[in-house]
């Protein structure tokens, strides 16, 4: 079965430090999401990609976070530095927009910032 | 400003009960109205999606009804099991943004 994976899977650092997530979209996909997950805000779009290009990011904080695609097999999500109210589940999601227009989610990275 | 609004309480439901939750969206015009189960420590996964020019999509013992008047979809499961305890979300998609309401979280008892 095809499937969206991330890594790791859980993440603690300490203030300050920087993070990196990754994601392996579905191959063929054409659209690659990236949300946060907490308690309070529920599921909060972070950034979206089509065809590898950026299309919207306006919710990430800008001075942050970045998120880019190198390629057609990675999606990557940075946070430097890292604050404690960056702590949530972070989750990828990859799909064929414009077509089938589901979107699959990866297994999330947990991250904790101490 | 945009909102997705999910029933806020969560629901506790008798099995073979049906449970009916409701999205509710202001400052959108979605193409699809899509609709996702998500359990503990695992990502959503799709069940239905609805366009916009339906009314009404059935899946099993799921129903989504879908009116761009009210701005509101509702999400029925009927024959309520325990296997059908989980949180579930409603999602928005216009052009290739998907957003998420916040979820509701449904506990079918045996």
């Known amino acids: 079965d095809a499937r969206v994976t991330q890594t790791p899977r859980d993440k603690v650092t300490e203030m300050g430090q920087e993070v990196t997530m990754r994601c392996q979209p579905i191959l063929g996909h054409n659209t690659v999401f990236w949300y946060r997950q907490t308690m309070m805000q529920g599921l909060e779009l972070l950034a979206y990609?089509?065809?590898?290009?950026?299309?919207?990011d306006s919710g990430m904080p800008k001075d942050r976070f970045s998120a880019e695609m190198p390629d057609a097999t990675l999606a990557t999500l940075k946070i430097q530095p890292s604050e404690p109210r960056d702590s949530a589940v972070y989750f990828c999601?990859?799909?064929?927009?414009?077509?089938?227009?589901?979107?699959?989610f990866g297994q999330g990275t947990r991250l904790t910032v101490v | 400003s945009q909102k997705i609004e999910q029933n806020s309480e969560a629901l506790n439901i008798q099995e073979g009960k049906t449970a009916t939750l409701t999205c509710n969206y202001t400052?959108?015009?979605?193409?699809?109205l899509q609709w996702y189960r998500q359990d503990p420590g695992r990502g959503p996964v799709f069940l239905l999606l609805i366009r916009e020019n339906e009314k009404e999509k059935r899946k099993e013992r799921l129903k989504v009804t879908f009116d761009t008047t009210l701005k509101q979809s509702l999400f029925h499961i009927t024959a309520s099991q325990p296997a059908d305890s989980a949180t579930y979300l409603c999602a928005l998609q216009v052009d290739y943004k998907l957003s998420f309401g916040a979820g509701t979280t449904v506990t079918v008892r045996a």
């Open positions: 990609f089509r065809n590898r290009a950026p299309l919207d």
């Open positions: 400052n959108y015009s979605p193409a699809y």
């Open positions: 999601a990859s799909g064929l927009f414009g077509t089938v227009s589901k979107a699959f």
